[in-house]
């Protein structure tokens, strides 16, 4: 009787939990033992480093205070608006979050009264300002980017400023952020930089348990790192979408412990049928005027491949950046971490193994490699951080351009060649053939035309400096340069070249110190392509990539019938160099690879918006994605969801709300448990969009079709009566 009367658990999160279980004994061990491991790895600051981030931005208090008053007083306003005038400075991200670790920057926002401005006050006065002080270095403003932000090192502590001017002429101390009132009167740029800290403040109020979400998102973030997978600019992951993620799995399993939370992140992720959204709330419209994430209402919402929404009003999608390639490595990688994981349960494996750092350099045949200098340390900062901006869109032109047959993996990690004499950074891509794509015999991959895009849009930048340029090569494993590999790493020998192919030349020196240098190189590199051309003509046939291979032939920089030439494109800023490069190109005899029709006509097909049945209804599928990883294994169907436990055998149906033992739990997922609680609320948006494109063929295009007949013959009977 009395417990019949006992309030239900507060539920948390769109759906009810898939399991109320705890945690047994070696759930407990295991946990101890994650945590040791996260000590050891130097993932927690020391007491020392933690007082001296108060510190600074007990200094940054001040300084933004002074700013604000300042301007108040150039401005001519009374000696009482002087005297009250504030600014505040809020953390968010990972700081807010509690989950920084050592050398972490502080993501910081200053929030300022209605009459100081981003684009003159904030990035102008407050920059020389910073920039004047000693503590100050490495200043570097974006006022550009998406959100617009203030780079810079504070005595060592790395910060990121951002800057929103609210609706007020006074901003209190106490000023509460969560409130929608902040959002009045306020345009797009101010939202997002808002939204830094209310995001923040709603994940920590969606989650059953604090402690146990910081613990289980430090240990995610540092295998996110390790793997290669951590990085928003380069289109994964950063850390207000892992942070999400991991919120989500806690609502799911609220009373469970960190082991047991790591455990079923890679279950449910490795089988979560994207682009169903992940949500830790229903989303809701305030009607302030900004646009939340519908793909019921925006057409563009339609094309996310990896929907994490904001909590906070206007919810957003943070992971816009995710393209389909990066979508396939970070599904690759929670299948990675869901079988190390199912190891570990077993007693099979320790945690080590599942922090493994990522092989890329093994991973691929061919790379490419984007090499960036400047004339100084200043520039390239400026000049390394625009570029490296631009990759994302480098991988996006790759897929649109070959209709999603190569696919791209863009490696979140910069180098430096020490032996360079000027400042240098490279990135490195690799490159493989879309999964279940077959290539035909002596097919090639010809994305000159994709470079020189890339390179047309890098040209942009607007802050463009003598001594920057950029330089786009392909490379294949066996001709990685030797600085960006570990200490200590031998390399395979290098197997003889097949015969028939074409032997490439090794990386020339990137620095140039004048243009007779650049000029000289240029004559050099189309005297060889002159020379490889008459080689090439007493030669029957170049041999083609063998259809099982994943790596086909690119051609990146052909000229003269040179395949894979090393240095495909020399990037300066504005035309400078561009129209040089593209005249001398235009004198030379340009071979094309081109794609078979059939394969044209296929990748078209699928470039519309497409939805398929489920078990739950309409799954939506974005454009240009032709074999969407829905079920965690590639070929598998899309309804197919959570249907195999571990050993193989179908799942049955009772269920996982009940209270059962945590081993038990772990490998009895139920699907339709699953498919209900987890991705129904998201489909509905998908459904509705569904919905609307049927009644637009059934009613609208018949309508439009039928006018245009009647137009067509009112136009020829006028025509007919002319004279």
Same mark, same amino acid.
């Given at each position: 009787?009395?417990?019949?009367?006992?309030?239900?658990?507060?539920?948390?999160?769109?759906?009810?939990?898939?399991?109320?279980?705890?945690?047994?004994?070696?759930?407990?061990?295991?946990?101890?033992?994650?945590?040791?491991?996260?000590?050891?790895?130097?993932?927690?600051?020391?007491?020392?480093?933690?007082?001296?981030?108060?510190?600074?931005?007990?200094?940054?208090?001040?300084?933004?205070?002074?700013?604000?008053?300042?301007?108040?007083?150039?401005?001519?306003?009374?000696?009482?608006?002087?005297? @009250?005038?504030?600014?505040?400075? +809020?953390?968010?991200? /990972?700081?807010? #979050?509690? !989950?920084?670790?050592?050398?972490? $920057? %502080?993501?910081?926002?200053?929030?300022?009264?209605?009459?100081?401005?981003?684009?003159?006050?904030?990035?102008?006065?407050?920059?020389?300002?910073?920039?004047?002080?000693?503590?100050?270095?490495?200043?570097?403003?974006?006022?550009?980017?998406?959100?617009?932000?203030?780079?810079?090192?504070? @005595?060592?502590?790395?910060?990121? +400023?951002?800057?929103? /001017?609210?609706? #007020?002429? !006074?901003?209190?101390?106490?000023? $509460? %952020?969560?409130?929608?009132?902040?959002?009045?009167?306020?345009?797009?740029?101010?939202?997002?930089?808002?939204?830094?800290?209310?995001?923040?403040?709603?994940?920590?109020?969606?989650?059953?348990?604090?402690?146990?979400?910081?613990?289980?998102?430090?240990?995610?973030?540092?295998?996110?790192?390790?793997?290669?997978?951590?990085?928003?600019?380069?289109?994964?992951?950063?850390?207000?979408?892992?942070?999400?993620?991991?919120?989500?799995?806690?609502?799911?399993?609220?009373?469970?412990?960190?082991?047991?939370?790591?455990?079923?992140?890679?279950?449910?992720?490795?089988?979560?049928?994207?682009?169903?959204?992940?949500?830790?709330?229903?989303?809701?419209?305030?009607?302030?005027?900004?646009?939340?994430?519908?793909?019921?209402?925006?057409?563009?919402?339609?094309?996310?491949?990896?929907?994490?929404?904001?909590?906070?009003?206007?919810?957003?999608?943070?992971?816009?950046?995710?393209?389909?390639?990066?979508?396939?490595?970070?599904?690759?990688?929670?299948?990675?971490?869901?079988?190390?994981?199912?190891?570990?349960?077993?007693?099979?494996?320790?945690?080590?193994?599942?922090?493994?750092?990522?092989?890329?350099?093994?991973?691929?045949?061919?790379?490419?490699?984007?090499?960036?200098?400047?004339?100084?340390?200043?520039?390239?900062?400026?000049?390394?951080?625009?570029?490296?901006?631009?990759?994302?869109?480098?991988?996006?032109?790759?897929?649109?351009?070959?209709?999603?047959?190569?696919?791209?993996?863009?490696?979140?990690?910069?180098?430096?060649?020490?032996?360079?004499?000027?400042?240098?950074?490279?990135?490195?891509?690799?490159?493989?053939?879309?999964?279940?794509?077959?290539?035909?015999?002596?097919?090639?991959?010809?994305?000159?035309?994709?470079?020189?895009?890339?390179?047309?849009?890098?040209?942009?930048?607007?802050?463009?400096?003598?001594?920057?340029?950029?330089?786009?090569?392909?490379?294949?494993?066996?001709?990685?340069?030797?600085?960006?590999?570990?200490?200590?790493?031998?390399?395979?020998?290098?197997?003889?070249?097949?015969?028939?192919?074409?032997?490439?030349?090794?990386?020339?020196?990137?620095?140039?110190?004048?243009?007779?240098?650049?000029?000289?190189?240029?004559?050099?590199?189309?005297?060889?392509?002159?020379?490889?051309?008459?080689?090439?003509?007493?030669?029957?046939?170049?041999?083609?990539?063998?259809?099982?291979?994943?790596?086909?032939?690119?051609?990146?920089?052909?000229?003269?019938?040179?395949?894979?030439?090393?240095?495909?494109?020399?990037?300066?800023?504005?035309?400078?160099?561009?129209?040089?490069?593209?005249?001398?190109?235009?004198?030379?005899?340009?071979?094309?690879?081109?794609?078979?029709?059939?394969?044209?006509?296929?990748?078209?097909?699928?470039?519309?918006?497409?939805?398929?049945?489920?078990?739950?209804?309409?799954?939506?599928?974005?454009?240009?994605?032709?074999?969407?990883?829905?079920?965690?294994?590639?070929?598998?169907?899309?309804?197919?969801?959570?249907?195999?436990?571990?050993?193989?055998?179908?799942?049955?149906?009772?269920?996982?709300?009940?209270?059962?033992?945590?081993?038990?739990?772990?490998?009895?997922?139920?699907?339709?448990?699953?498919?209900?609680?987890?991705?129904?609320?998201?489909?509905?948006?998908?459904?509705?969009?569904?919905?609307?494109?049927?009644?637009?063929?059934?009613?609208?295009?018949?309508?439009?079709?039928?006018?245009?007949?009647?137009?067509?013959?009112?136009?020829?009977?006028?025509?007919?009566?002319?004279?």
């Amino acid at each position: 009787m009395g417990v019949s009367n006992l309030p239900p658990p507060k539920q948390y999160g769109v759906t009810k939990p898939l399991s109320l279980a705890g945690p047994m004994e070696a759930d407990i061990q295991r946990t101890k033992e994650l945590e040791k491991f996260l000590v050891g790895a130097g993932l927690y600051e020391s007491a020392e480093e933690a007082a001296k981030r108060e510190e600074v931005l007990c200094q940054l208090k001040q300084i933004v205070k002074d700013w604000v008053k300042d301007l108040t007083r150039l401005r001519g306003y009374s000696n009482q608006m002087v005297e @009250d005038a504030n600014a505040v400075i +809020l953390t968010f991200g /990972s700081y807010r #979050l509690g !989950v920084h670790g050592p050398g972490a $920057d %502080i993501d910081t926002l200053c929030v300022g009264p209605s009459y100081v401005n981003r684009e003159e006050d904030f990035f102008l006065v407050l920059h020389n300002i910073l920039a004047e002080r000693e503590e100050v270095t490495e200043l570097q403003p974006v006022p550009d980017a998406h959100v617009p932000v203030m780079k810079f090192k504070f @005595d060592g502590i790395s910060i990121d +400023l951002l800057y929103a /001017s609210i609706s #007020l002429l !006074v901003v209190p101390h106490d000023l $509460d %952020i969560s409130s929608e009132s902040m959002l009045c009167n306020v345009d797009e740029p101010t939202v997002r930089s808002l939204n830094g800290c209310r995001v923040a403040d709603k994940i920590l109020k969606h989650v059953p348990n604090i402690e146990f979400f910081r613990t289980t998102l430090r240990c995610l973030k540092f295998w996110a790192k390790q793997r290669g997978v951590y990085s928003n600019v380069t289109g994964f992951l950063g850390g207000v979408n892992w942070a999400l993620l991991v919120a989500r799995v806690c609502q799911l399993y609220p009373n469970a412990v960190p082991s047991m939370l790591v455990s079923r992140f890679f279950r449910v992720y490795t089988q979560w049928r994207w682009p169903n959204p992940v949500m830790l709330c229903q989303i809701e419209d305030k009607e302030l005027g900004f646009s939340v994430w519908d793909p019921r209402k925006n057409p563009w919402d339609r094309t996310h491949q990896m929907p994490i929404i904001t909590p906070a009003y206007p919810c957003m999608n943070s992971s816009y950046n995710v393209s389909a390639s990066t979508l396939r490595v970070m599904t690759e990688q929670f299948e990675f971490g869901n079988n190390i994981c199912q190891e570990i349960e077993l007693n099979k494996a320790q945690w080590t193994a599942l922090f493994e750092k990522y092989p890329f350099f093994e991973s691929y045949k061919n790379y490419l490699q984007v090499d960036i200098v400047a004339a100084d340390a200043d520039d390239l900062l400026v000049w390394r951080g625009w570029v490296e901006s631009r990759l994302r869109q480098l991988t996006l032109m790759i897929e649109r351009d070959t209709f999603g047959k190569l696919q791209c993996h863009p490696y979140p990690h910069e180098y430096v060649d020490q032996s360079k004499q000027c400042a240098h950074r490279a990135f490195f891509m690799g490159l493989q053939r879309g999964r279940g794509e077959l290539v035909q015999d002596g097919q090639q991959f010809d994305i000159r035309g994709t470079v020189d895009e890339f390179r047309h849009q890098v040209n942009m930048y607007m802050y463009w400096k003598p001594g920057m340029e950029m330089f786009v090569s392909h490379v294949r494993r066996k001709q990685i340069p030797s600085y960006v590999l570990p200490d200590g790493y031998k390399r395979n020998q290098t197997p003889r070249p097949m015969s028939g192919q074409l032997a490439e030349k090794p990386s020339s020196t990137i620095c140039r110190s004048s243009s007779g240098e650049r000029g000289l190189k240029r004559k050099k590199e189309l005297e060889g392509a002159e020379e490889n051309q008459q080689n090439r003509d007493k030669r029957p046939s170049i041999s083609p990539p063998r259809r099982d291979s994943s790596s086909p032939e690119l051609i990146v920089g052909q000229k003269s019938g040179m395949l894979l030439q090393q240095r495909s494109a020399t990037v300066s800023g504005g035309n400078r160099k561009s129209e040089e490069i593209s005249n001398n190109l235009a004198n030379d005899k340009v071979q094309f690879a081109v794609l078979d029709k059939g394969a044209h006509v296929e990748s078209t097909k699928s470039r519309g918006a497409q939805f398929e049945e489920s078990a739950v209804g309409s799954v939506y599928r974005p454009s240009g994605v032709a074999n969407l990883v829905e079920a965690g294994t590639f070929g598998d169907p899309v309804h197919e969801l959570l249907q195999l436990s571990h050993d193989g055998r179908a799942v049955d149906s009772t269920g996982c709300n009940s209270i059962c033992s945590s081993q038990g739990d772990l490998y009895r997922a139920d699907s339709k448990a699953l498919l209900n609680n987890v991705c129904e609320n998201g489909s509905r948006y998908f459904e509705d969009a569904l919905l609307e494109l049927e009644v637009l063929n059934k009613f609208i295009w018949p309508l439009f079709s039928l006018t245009s007949l009647i137009l067509y013959f009112i136009c020829a009977s006028i025509l007919a009566h002319l004279p």
